[in-house]
Every structure is written in structure tokens, then in C-alpha cells.
């Protein structure tokens, strides 16, 4: 089926913070538009500063901006649109949410094991979000020490929650980013026939 002409969809990349859903989201992107697709990637990070410019990252916070990036996902969806939805959503009824919202939904799960997924979001810059959440979270753990701006940190302070039912899985710390990005295309190019 070719892609460009499929009606509205969408594909949320999930996974721990670091697992590399922003950079396999980007490049599946690229290769999509390369094809001709009308995609749009949502990424959750600069969504995220969008709907609250001065993010607290609390749990009613994060509620309220997964129920509006679930809502544009779906919006642009039904205007035709292939959307890449990259977020965490450690909460598996959150994207269960957007599987009841989004007509054509399938979800993108990027396994990877939290020491592989600390050692790249350490080497990630300051930038969408605070840089070094990991070793902060774990000092606050271990000191009792507050850092300014830092919520709640998925795979240290909250549990991810992976749904066994993910119709893609992606081994994060095995595949190069290309062999992840063709294997994400493959399964669209089957999901969409």
C-alpha cells in the first residue's frame, strides 16, 4: 500500500526516557516524507511547553497534557494526516486513552534496558527537557535533595508500564536506528494494507 495515500493514522513511539524514541520517530519521519506521506510528528517534550509554558511536570500536569496531545493526535488524524506520536506515557491506561480516541492507532514499543537508557540520556544535552533526569532523580533518592524543575522520573521514581499487546516492539539496545527505522516502516507498510 503506499502510505502517502492512507487515510488518517497514527503511531505512538513509547518508551523509557533515553530509549531513543525522538531520534527512531525523526528518522521514520524523514523516510516517510521522502515517500510523499503527509506526517506530522508530535513530540511530546515541545508539546509539552506549548501547553504549559512553565511546565511543573506533576502528575495532574501530565494528565492534562496527555488528554490534549491525545486530542491534537486525533484532530489531525481525522484531517487525513499519518501522525508519529513520541512520549513517554509511562501509564498504560494513558495510551489506552488514545487507542479509544485515535481511529487508527497502533503503538510503537521501544524496548530498552534502564541502564542502556541512562547512559544515553546522560550524554543528552541540556534542551525540551532537563538534561541528566536520571543521576538527578537517583540523588534525590539516595540525599533527599531537590532539584529545581525535576518531577517525577519514569524508571526511577514511577514504573513503566509496557502493554504486552504493543503492535510494534523495537529492541532499543540492540538495533542500529536505521535497522529500528525499516522495521517500524515494514510494520506500518503491513498495519496500513
Request: proline share 5%.
Amino acid at each position: 500500500m503506499n502510505i502517502s495515500r492512507s487515510n488518517g493514522w497514527a503511531l505512538w513511539f513509547t518508551g523509557l526516557p533515553g530509549c531513543g524514541k525522538s531520534t527512531l520517530a525523526k528518522a521514520v519521519r524523514r523516510a516517510l516524507e521522502e515517500r510523499g506521506a503527509l506526517v506530522v510528528h508530535l513530540e511530546m517534550d515541545a508539546r509539552r511547553k506549548i501547553y504549559f509554558p512553565n511546565p511543573t511536570y506533576s502528575p495532574e500536569e501530565r494528565n492534562r497534557a496527555y488528554d490534549r496531545f491525545i486530542q491534537e493526535a486525533s484532530d489531525l488524524v481525522d484531517q487525513g494526516h499519518g501522525v508519529l506520536m513520541d512520549a513517554t506515557a509511562h501509564r498504560l491506561a494513558v495510551r489506552g486513552a488514545a487507542r479509544t480516541r485515535i481511529r487508527r492507532f497502533a503503538e510503537v514499543f521501544i524496548r530498552c534496558p534502564l541502564d542502556v537508557a541512562m547512559a544515553r540520556e546522560r550524554e543528552r544535552p541540556e534542551g525540551l527537557v532537563m538534561a541528566g533526569l536520571y543521576e538527578k532523580a537517583l540523588d534525590r533518592r539516595r540525599t533527599g535533595h531537590e532539584h529545581p524543575g525535576l518531577g517525577q522520573v519514569i524508571g526511577v521514581d514511577v514504573p513503566f508500564e509496557e502493554n504486552p499487546g504493543a503492535e510494534c516492539v523495537v529492541d532499543g539496545a540492540a538495533l542500529t536506528i536505521d535497522q529500528a527505522r525499516d522495521h517500524v516502516l515494514s510494520f506500518l507498510e503491513n498495519w496500513l494494507k
